[in-house]
């Protein structure tokens, strides 16, 4: 069963941008920090974002200021907001959510994003 559900990713040239989306239930989302990865081809997964049930949010060094990430709780979704896209951050993205307590974490299937002219 698909707990969390990605979408929005696709191709953009260089210098575009992109809103990624993750749905998820509501009983993930209120209990969950939401977070955001990425993994490029023949690389390790890496980690892109997170936001906390508060709204806390913290950044990887390398992306702030391009990327942001927000979570709308009467949609109980998390975006990714991504702008003066590179063609290095071409991957799939991936939304994660990690559950207060339990530290049980869900992964979504990954969606797309190729940053190319």
């Known amino acids: 069963q698909v707990q969390l559900v990605e979408s929005g990713g696709g191709l953009v040239q260089p210098g575009g941008s992109l809103r990624l989306s993750c749905a998820t239930s509501v009983s993930i989302f209120s209990t969950s920090a939401m977070g955001w990865y990425r993994q490029a081809p023949g690389k390790e997964r890496e980690w892109v974002a997170t936001i906390l049930r508060g709204g806390s949010r913290t950044y990887a060094d390398s992306l702030k200021g391009r990327f942001t990430i927000s979570r709308d709780s009467a949609k109980n979704t998390v975006y990714l907001q991504m702008n003066n896209l590179k063609p290095e951050d071409t991957a799939t993205y991936f939304c994660?959510?990690?559950?207060?307590?339990?530290?049980?974490?869900?992964w979504g299937q990954g969606t797309q994003v190729t940053v190319s002219s």
């Open positions: 994660n959510a990690v559950q207060s307590g339990t530290s049980y974490t869900y």
